[in-house]
């Protein structure tokens, strides 16, 4: 029986001069503000959550918890719980984490800190192929009962929750993951202090001071990041999350093709330094940027950001830059798709977890930029992206379930006028729900 994949159809319409676009909630800030809200005894309204596949994971799992998610006011979601020290611990819970690496890894970290509690975390066939020793390792070290119940290092393991030792953690490379798992285990009154890379995103340590832990933060050649809470949480009543930066990063790879005078704007824009370091890299392209109205709510940053794609620009900068993937590692395969577009050369050092994502992203990557005529390889620890002429390419691409993968793949369609056959395009609902809708602005349909 043969499968019947849907079909891209594009009809290139007349623009305004400025195309706004709508984004879906900063998903890492989705998933810390679910985390805050139900570790608070109250009400938590959140405004702006992002309720892809992956955050809508971690609601289940505390919803599990008994907290409460009431999403019929179309502004916010509003979320009740009886706080950290109110979940029923009379049973044991089975946890699915679906695809999320991050509900994994942050709450392996929480769960394990909270004495009595009895839990099972399992992942889809993605997820349990991706590595958990990288969090379960440093919690061992401070007295975590946490178990493999299959393949070790991998999921589905076992946690029995316990009072845990004060703990001084170092880890040899950047990541929120890691980071945020430490410090929430700080959340039964123990200490964790975690020294690692720079450049690793920063919410979690923004968001817990307005819950009452103490955090503290030093940095030099590494940064230190040390929190512990040790009275119940303040309440915060409300919490507004920002749009996603991540998200905004697919349309860019259409506009070296519109009109030049036409201007994407993007509402709510997170403008965190730990997020939008690939702005540097496609301000090297061609493209400006201006910001507008930024306001800053429990230490996020955010504003109205306008792109514009000046070609005349882009022919007289330099052909050939270096980007360093661990500030833009779920960036990469889009701007590769910006550079095979805007027939640029990008050289992207330190992506070797892009071999472990929701699938290996570097050799997708490699294929998707050769599928659309750029030349692309992966040698001496460097991906290069070479972009030349864009080619109308009919070949078929495996996505492998990979909404980033998906998403660009779509936009490089559009970008190239090809009206291909795409799988797994429900991915997208992962991290950006509306997608589809949005792409009716530009002409893009799926049939």
């Known amino acids: 029986m043969s499968l019947i994949f849907p079909t891209i159809k594009i009809q290139k319409t007349d623009l305004a001069k400025e195309l706004y676009i709508d984004l879906p909630g900063d998903k890492s800030i989705s998933h810390r503000s679910i985390i805050a809200a139900c570790i608070i005894?109250?009400?938590?309204?959140?405004?702006?959550?992002?309720?892809?596949?992956?955050?809508?994971?971690?609601?289940?799992?505390?919803?599990?918890?008994?907290?409460?998610?009431?999403?019929?006011?179309?502004?916010f979601v509003l979320v009740t719980s009886k706080g950290l020290r109110g979940f029923d611990l009379s049973k044991p819970y089975e946890f699915d984490a679906r695809n999320s690496g991050t509900t994994a890894r942050l709450l392996?970290?929480?769960?394990?800190?909270?004495?009595?509690?009895?839990?099972?975390?399992?992942?889809?066939?993605?997820?349990?192929?991706?590595?958990?020793?990288?969090?379960?390792?440093?919690?061992?070290?401070?007295?975590?009962?946490?178990?493999?119940?299959?393949?070790?290092?991998?999921?589905?393991?076992?946690?029995?929750?316990?009072?845990?030792?004060?703990?001084?953690?170092?880890?040899?490379r950047a990541s929120a993951q890691v980071k945020s798992a430490i410090l929430l285990a700080s959340s039964f009154g123990s200490r964790q202090s975690i020294t690692l890379a720079t450049g690793s995103r920063d919410h979690t340590e923004k968001l817990l001071p307005f819950l009452g832990y103490q955090v503290n933060i030093s940095q030099s050649d590494q940064e230190t990041v040390s929190a512990?809470?040790?009275?119940?949480?303040?309440?915060?009543?409300?919490?507004?999350?920002?749009?996603?930066?991540?998200?905004?990063?697919?349309?860019?790879?259409?506009?070296?093709?519109?009109?030049?005078?036409?201007?994407?704007?993007?509402?709510?824009?997170?403008?965190?330094?730990?997020r939008t370091y690939y702005l540097q890299i496609i301000k090297q392209l061609g493209f400006s940027f201006e910001w507008k109205d930024l306001n800053e709510k429990h230490g996020e940053t955010r504003g109205d950001l306008f792109v514009t794609y000046h070609n005349q620009i882009s022919s007289k900068l330099?052909?050939?830059?270096?980007?360093?993937?661990?500030?833009?590692?779920?960036e990469v395969p889009a701007l590769s798709a910006i550079a095979t577009v805007a027939g640029?050369?990008?050289?992207?050092?330190?992506?070797?977890?892009?071999?472990?994502?929701?699938?290996?992203?570097?050799?997708?990557?490699?294929?998707?930029?050769?599928?659309?005529?750029?030349?692309?390889?992966?040698?001496?620890?460097?991906?290069r992206?070479?972009?030349?002429?864009?080619?109308?390419?009919?070949?078929?691409?495996?996505?492998?379930?990979?909404?980033?993968?998906?998403?660009?793949?779509?936009?490089?369609?559009?970008?190239?006028?090809?009206?291909?056959?795409?799988?797994?395009?429900?991915?997208?609902?992962?991290?950006?729900?509306?997608?589809?809708?949005?792409?009716?602005?530009?002409?893009?349909?799926?049939?």
């Open 41 to 75: 005894n109250g009400e938590t309204k959140i405004y702006g959550l992002q309720q892809g596949e992956d955050c809508l994971a971690t609601i289940e799992i505390f919803q599990s918890l008994g907290c409460e998610f009431d999403s019929s006011n179309s502004e």
């Open 108 to 172: 392996l970290g929480l769960l394990s800190c909270i004495p009595g509690l009895q839990a099972s975390i399992k992942g889809d066939e993605s997820l349990s192929a991706r590595p958990m020793d990288r969090v379960v390792d440093l919690l061992q070290n401070i007295g975590a009962d946490i178990k493999y119940l299959g393949n070790e290092g991998f999921l589905p393991v076992s946690v029995l929750g316990k009072k845990l030792k004060v703990g001084e953690h170092l880890f040899y």
């Open 228 to 274: 512990v809470l040790e009275k119940p949480c303040t309440a915060l009543g409300e919490y507004h999350v920002p749009r996603d930066p991540s998200a905004m990063i697919f349309w860019l790879i259409a506009l070296p093709v519109l009109n030049e005078t036409l201007q994407m704007c993007f509402k709510c824009v997170l403008k965190n330094a730990t």
């Open 385 to 447: 992206i070479e972009g030349r002429e864009l080619i109308n390419s009919d070949a078929f691409f495996h996505s492998l379930g990979d909404h980033r993968l998906v998403m660009s793949y779509v936009m490089l369609c559009f970008a190239a006028n090809s009206k291909n056959k795409v799988d797994s395009l429900g991915a997208h609902k992962v991290s950006y729900p509306h997608f589809l809708n949005e792409l009716k602005k530009l002409g893009v349909t799926i049939d």
């Open 318 to 330: 330099v052909d050939e830059i270096i980007v360093d993937g661990t500030k833009c590692i779920d």
């Open 344 to 383: 640029k050369t990008l050289i992207f050092r330190n992506v070797e977890e892009l071999k472990i994502k929701e699938s290996n992203r570097l050799d997708k990557t490699i294929e998707l930029a050769r599928l659309f005529g750029a030349k692309a390889s992966y040698m001496n620890k460097e991906l």
